[in-house]
């Protein structure tokens, strides 16, 4: 394990207040929908992956964990292996997969056909349509004839005792009706990030329909993740972005921890590496440790044609390598050596933590959401700038100790609600530099 894992590892042993919750939500799974509520960084998933472990253990049942990229994928998929009761259950009664590789297989053996394009691609666009045709098809219910036999005809892909959907606010309402017409929602437990969205503008109601009593939901408030200042620091944007309800309690007995904010248009130098890798040693954590979050502008083209982040190029002239998600086939296979950069575009950082966590151009993420806010046709969004202002608290939450933000412009929009958040926190708190002093400043 890294350095950050033992942190984990540790935080998670020690922590007394999840495995009562756990020990409380555990006998009601199978028998009434779980819910487990709360912001960023209040230890949604970490509790989901022990529920996870906790079902497959101790009770015994076949558990499948679904979640929304294969970057969280992986990490979830990580925290169990690090868990000693579960690492020999992953490849047979404990399995992560994405929500929508696993409804792709649900919809083929249904209705034999899965929607593409003139290119023999994944058509998204007639996505939505293919779960109501296959949802149709099980008017019978989930102890229906159909859901049964789907379940019977390949055990070992489909027949799970309980569902556990991290991030499942996020969820499309046709995504959520067919996993409850095939397994019941007695079945299934959910992380619900509330404002956490990335695909949809309205967070998906789970509850809708279910009967009171039948409902087991804990709503999480403290920050597990973030250190002290930081966690301020992040409720003072949400107040600062028009969101003033959006709340963690920071923990009094963690550490302080430190927000860097450099603006200028060149922080993007191997000095910048070599500067979070001399900070990074300090504090005994390693580079797989940190997460570096660059948005689209960031990435290129190398000589083969794969997609790459123009900060590798950056860990690579100074002789470091790097996990860099920008390309599919990176995604699929989970970091796994110490001197590993972790890179990953904002919209694929959900569920992610860093010691310390590099939120690159961020003001250039917050543009492109303003041009294209990603509307699903059921949301209801009157204000496309306020959903922009929102999906910035999915990134600035995934820091644990440092939190470094880079902008290009300093009048922009982005700037002006950094500037009156740090007005917010006591003098000091956060250290403003320019681009070019970046790195001294780490």
Excluded at 61 to 82: A, N
Excluded at 228 to 255: H, K, L, S
Excluded at 380 to 406: C, E, F, N, W
């Amino acid at each position: 394990m890294s350095a950050l894992d033992r942190i984990r590892a540790a935080r998670i042993a020690n922590d007394s207040a999840a495995r009562e919750i756990v020990d409380a939500l555990a006998p009601r799974a199978g028998r009434a929908f779980v819910r487990l509520a709360g912001h960023g960084g209040s230890g949604k998933t970490t509790l989901l992956a022990l529920l996870a472990a906790r079902l497959a253990t101790h009770e015994g049942g076949r558990v499948l964990v679904l979640t929304f990229h294969h970057v969280s994928r992986g990490d979830i998929e990580h925290v169990l292996s690090t868990l000693p009761e579960t690492r020999p259950l992953l490849a047979d009664r404990l399995r992560v997969e994405t929500v929508t590789s696993f409804l792709l297989a649900v919809i083929e053996v249904l209705t034999g056909i899965v929607p593409t394009d003139e290119n023999d691609k994944l058509d998204y666009a007639r996505l939505d349509a293919a779960y109501r045709d296959a949802t149709g098809s099980l008017r019978d219910g989930p102890d229906g004839k159909v859901a049964t036999s789907l379940r019977q005809r390949d055990a070992e892909r489909f027949d799970w005792d309980h569902i556990l959907i991290d991030e499942a606010q996020d969820c499309t309402d046709e995504e959520r009706d067919l996993l409850r017409a095939v397994y019941g929602h007695r079945r299934i437990a959910i992380a619900d990030g509330m404002e956490q969205l990335v695909r949809r503008q309205t967070p998906c109601d789970w509850l809708r329909g279910l009967p009171p009593a039948e409902i087991a939901q804990r709503v999480l408030g403290d920050s597990v993740r973030m250190q002290r200042n930081i966690a301020q620091f992040v409720n003072a944007f949400a107040r600062a972005a028009g969101y003033a309800d959006w709340v963690v309690t920071p923990c009094e007995d963690m550490a302080p921890g430190r927000i860097v904010i450099a603006v200028g248009q060149e922080p993007q130098t191997p000095d910048l590496v070599r500067a979070m890798a001399l900070a990074a040693k300090r504090d005994g954590v390693d580079p797989i440790d940190c997460l570096v979050c660059v948005p689209h502008s960031n990435i290129v083209r190398d000589g083969a044609g794969l997609r790459r982040a123009a900060f590798a190029n950056c860990v690579k002239e100074t002789g470091g390598v790097s996990w860099d998600a920008s390309d599919f086939r990176t995604r699929m296979i989970a970091p796994t050596a110490p001197e590993e950069w972790r890179i990953v575009q904002y919209d694929a950082c959900r569920g992610l933590e860093g010691w310390i966590t590099t939120l690159l151009d961020l003001d250039q993420f917050y543009a492109q959401k303003l041009r294209y806010p990603n509307v699903h046709r059921d949301d209801r969004v009157d204000d496309a700038g306020a959903a922009a202002r929102r999906s910035l608290l999915v990134p600035l939450t995934r820091a644990v100790h440092m939190l470094v933000i880079t902008i290009r412009d300093s009048a922009s929009p982005l700037a002006l609600l950094l500037r009156e958040a740090s007005n917010a926190m006591p003098a000091g708190i956060v250290e403003w530099c320019s681009a070019e002093e970046c790195a001294h400043r780490i």
